[in-house]
């Protein structure tokens, strides 16, 4: 597969439906390895984890839990992404996601945090696929 | 313009993370540079045997790195010698839009300009294009420059 991230997303909750509100939730861990690729150019001699990879976990983990629609998803916007703290080499990710349907589109939302802490909060917007004839 | 000694110079970025080739133009306020996509990047070491066009598309949010570290150079040189001994973060980004995939082949422009410097945090906005046809629209990036040394990985913790 083409990626920027080796590690896995590993599911450890849900996906859950909501049914008032149309949501779905999930979570994951992510362990990110001195192994990364990434690390060998961000920074050479200080290991931080690229603010775009910790959002490739989001997308990677989103996408495992994605609603079920007809015509499947595509990314089509990032509506936000606050970064919060540095992710290191060594660092297990929990990552909390939570679909919601917005019209024609579905928003996910995601809260990544380290041991530490809060690392990032992640927006993403979906378009819905045209429905196969 | 800068060459790729140039962008070397101006981004401690290294390979595989070094995503700006060539800065076609600089001002006080805006900058213009060109990225380069290819088979050979190493987002495509693990594709399967028979991959598809979408397996092939460049990774988005790598688009938006390329992005940034063309702004990221505008930064630098505004900062100038503020710049020295500090590292530039990511702070917070919005209204990213995605128009559409670019493949190997493609070379994509990205225009950044700055709307905004408070301190020692600036406010970029812009767009990439290919071939002319519009690919990223970046509502607002933040950035900021923090000593290196408060961003060193935690020490271990004794038991």
Request: charged share 20%.
């Amino acid at each position: 597969m083409t990626g920027t991230v080796l590690a896995a997303a590993r599911p450890v909750r849900g996906p859950a439906h909501d049914e008032d509100s149309g949501a779905w939730t999930a979570g994951f861990t992510v362990t990110i390895t001195e192994d990364e690729p990434v690390f060998a150019g961000h920074y050479p001699d200080f290991p931080i984890f690229p603010g775009v990879c910790v959002m490739e976990c989001v997308r990677r983990a989103a996408e495992s839990a994605a609603p079920p629609v007809t015509g499947g998803l595509r990314l089509a916007a990032v509506e936000s992404t606050r970064f919060l703290s540095a992710v290191h080499p060594g660092d297990e990710l929990t990552v909390d996601i939570t679909w919601s349907p917005r019209g024609e589109h579905w928003r996910c939302a995601a809260k990544v945090a380290t041991g530490r802490g809060p690392a990032a909060s992640v927006r993403l917007r979906y378009r819905q696929e045209g429905t196969p004839c | 313009m800068l060459t790729a000694v140039g962008v070397r110079a101006a981004l401690p970025h290294r390979y595989p993370m070094l995503m700006v080739d060539r800065v076609l133009e600089i001002g006080d306020d805006h900058i213009r540079a060109v990225k380069a996509v290819t088979l050979n990047e190493p987002w495509y070491a693990r594709l399967g045997p028979s991959p598809g066009d979408d397996d092939l598309a460049y990774p988005d949010f790598l688009l938006i790195e390329s992005w940034t570290q063309t702004a990221g150079i505008l930064a630098t040189r505004l900062a100038g010698d503020a710049a020295d001994g500090q590292v530039m973060l990511f702070g917070s980004m919005s209204g990213i839009d995605l128009h559409r995939p670019v493949f190997p082949g493609d070379t994509v422009e990205h225009h950044a300009r700055l709307e905004r410097a408070v301190n020692d945090t600036m406010i970029f906005a812009g767009e990439s294009t290919v071939g002319g046809a519009p690919l990223l629209t970046i509502g607002q990036i933040t950035m900021a420059f923090r000593p290196g040394d408060a961003l060193a990985p935690p020490a271990p913790q004794g038991s």
